[in-house]
């Protein structure tokens, strides 16, 4: 039977985004190195960010769907067995090697005359990938700084803008790390020989980005799938989207609680709804996950599947935060049910909880469901970053705190 369009309910819409994302199995990829490339490979990719209040954003969000993550396991994927590498997406994220292929159409419009972070003399680009060449791969600081240089936060010096340009234009790639600072050299030193390094089509990028988006979410808008990317590219998928609609690779959803809004999807992701029965609350997991999360990145979408609204509060003034400056989102189930401001402090070996916010349909009740597998996350939390000792400092509501703090104390 032929299959254009369905229906489903929001229930059924936020179970699907949630498996696909691996946030519902105990370890829907594996383990090992192994599941962090199936892991990466089913999210596309995997942000990454400076920000490191607790744990790094990729290796937090690794850490949320591999038990036993280890972030030497990803660093060994890049410098060693050369099955990760590092590129653009919507932003600075570890991509599958397989995957390679996909970048180039940004690549090429740097080669272009595109600019990235400023813009490097062109005798500064000769010169810092002659060094590379003939040396091997360096780092930022291995190139001496002007005697008039200013220091700040994007001041790049000349060099640092040299090798970003590089590679983003696809001639240096970032070969390892070393701590969080970046190893270049060149890319046909990186790139493995059975990579396919072929131009895509128009038609094959609109076709990566549509079914990897489907495969990684479950389902998809439109204005969700090149998100953040050009207008050509947006173009591209655009023109696509009826041509698979038609020989039903793909087929329209409707969410049945949110009308106004036209879902992708596919068979064979609608069929894993069969999959996964209604979990019990007892038995629901507790994720606290990163801010650059692939589930809560596209806030517009949270918002609109999960109703959770959330913004991270880093980049807005301190005088302006209302819940802290780097809060992550807490999901029961499929439920969003608060957001905890946190903050690892690795020499004191203590997890400051500095304010822990639950949201208003989340009663006591659910707490004294929830508690044990909170807790227990919590710990986990603590260890992932670094730390042997919990301190909650800030609670709401208010009457939540002792629960809280009396299940810590007896679960330490």
């Not at 040396?135 to 640092?160: C, R, T, Y």
């Not at 131009?199 to 079914?211: G, N, V």
């Not at 020989?247 to 069929?271: A, C, H, M």
Request: glycine share 4%; hydrophobic share 40%.
């Amino acid at each position: 039977m032929s299959l254009k369009s369905t229906s489903i309910s929001l229930q059924e819409a936020r179970q699907l985004a949630l498996q696909s994302q691996g946030l519902l199995q105990s370890t829907p990829f594996g383990k090992d190195k192994e599941g962090i490339v199936k892991a990466l490979q089913r999210m596309t990719y995997l942000q990454i960010d400076t920000i490191s209040v607790v744990e790094r954003a990729h290796h937090h969000t690794l850490w949320t769907r591999l038990p036993d993550y280890s972030k030497a396991k990803l660093l060994d994927l890049q410098a060693k067995d050369r099955t990760v590498f590092e590129y653009w997406s919507h932003a600075a994220a570890y991509l599958p090697m397989e995957d390679f292929r996909f970048s180039l159409p940004r690549m090429n419009r740097y080669l272009s005359g595109k600019k990235h972070w400023g813009r490097p003399e062109s005798q500064v680009k000769d010169f810092v990938y002659d060094r590379i060449k003939a040396e091997g791969a360096l780092m930022s600081k291995d190139f001496k700084k002007p005697d008039d240089f200013q220091a700040g936060m994007w001041n790049w010096k000349p060099a640092k803008r040299a090798l970003e340009q590089l590679f983003m234009e696809g001639k240096l790639m970032i070969s390892a790390r070393k701590g969080f600072q970046k190893v270049y050299d060149l890319t046909e030193r990186v790139l493995p020989n059975h990579i396919n390094s072929s131009q895509p089509t128009p038609s094959e990028m609109a076709d990566y980005l549509i079914l990897r988006a489907i495969e990684a979410h479950g389902l998809v808008t439109y204005d969700q799938i090149p998100y953040l990317r050009n207008r050509e590219t947006k173009n591209w998928v655009k023109s696509r989207i009826p041509q698979l609609l038609e020989n039903q690779t793909i087929v329209t959803l409707q969410i049945e609680d949110i009308p106004s809004s036209t879902y992708y999807t596919t068979p064979k992701q609608l069929s894993q709804l069969n999959k996964f029965s209604a979990l019990q609350n007892s038995e629901q997991a507790v994720h606290i996950l990163s801010p650059f999360d692939n589930v809560v990145i596209q806030r517009k979408r949270l918002n609109e599947l999960f109703d959770y609204d959330y913004t991270i509060e880093c980049y807005v003034p301190a005088a302006k935060r209302v819940y802290g400056y780097f809060c992550l989102p807490i999901l029961w189930g499929t439920t969003f049910i608060g957001r905890l401001d946190a903050k690892a402090d690795r020499k004191q070996k203590t997890l400051f909880l500095r304010n822990l916010v639950f949201e208003a349909h989340f009663t006591i009740k659910d707490l004294e469901t929830a508690i044990p597998a909170f807790v227990e996350k919590l710990w986990a939390f603590a260890g992932f970053n670094g730390c042997k000792a919990i301190v909650v400092e800030r609670v709401e509501p208010m009457e939540f705190r002792e629960v809280i703090e009396s299940k810590i104390l007896n679960i330490n």
